[in-house]
C-alpha cells in the first residue's frame, strides 16, 4: 500500500505561484503514473493533472491548462505541481495518489482510495 505526503501549500494571492511536492513510499514509485487532484468545501474531489511512470506524458484539467505543470523525480520518490497564474477558484486541499495506470487516473482517479492528509491552497483575490 503506498503511503503519501503532500507539502507545500500556503495562502497567496491571486497571480501568484506555489509548488506542491508529493513524497511517496510503500510501492516501486517509478512503475506508478502520479495524479493531483483537489477538493474544495463542499464539492467532489476533482482531477487536476497526472503523469505517467517514467514521465514522458502528463495530462491536465482543462481549469488549470497552460498554468499548472506537473513533472516528477523518481530518484526522489517525488512528484510536483508547479502552479502559476493562481486564481480564487484554485483554493482547495490539494491531494496526490497513485496508480499503475495512468488513464484510471485521469478517468477515475478520485475514486481511490488511500489519500494522505493533503496540504491547503488558498488564494486571495
Known amino acids: 500500500q503506498v503511503q503519501l505526503v503532500e507539502s507545500g501549500g500556503g495562502l497567496v494571492q491571486a497571480g501568484g505561484s506555489l509548488r506542491l511536492s508529493c513524497v511517496a513510499s510503500g510501492r516501486t514509485f517509478s512503475s506508478d503514473a502520479m495524479g493531483w487532484f483537489r477538493q474544495a468545501p463542499g464539492k467532489q474531489r476533482e482531477f487536476v493533472a497526472a503523469?505517467?511512470?517514467?514521465?514522458?506524458?502528463?495530462s491536465y484539467a482543462d481549469s488549470v491548462k497552460g498554468r499548472f505543470t506537473i513533472s516528477r523525480d523518481n530518484a526522489k520518490n517525488t512528484v510536483y505541481l508547479q502552479m502559476n497564474s493562481l486564481k480564487p477558484e484554485d483554493t482547495a486541499s490539494y491531494y496526490c495518489?497513485?496508480?499503475?495506470?495512468?488513464?484510471?487516473?485521469?478517468?477515475?482517479?478520485?475514486?481511490?482510495?488511500?489519500w494522505g492528509q493533503g496540504t491547503q491552497v488558498t488564494v486571495s483575490s
Open positions: 503523469i505517467t511512470p517514467n514521465g514522458g506524458r502528463s
Open positions: 495518489n497513485a496508480d499503475p495506470s495512468f488513464g484510471l487516473l485521469i478517468v477515475a482517479g478520485r475514486a481511490l482510495g488511500n
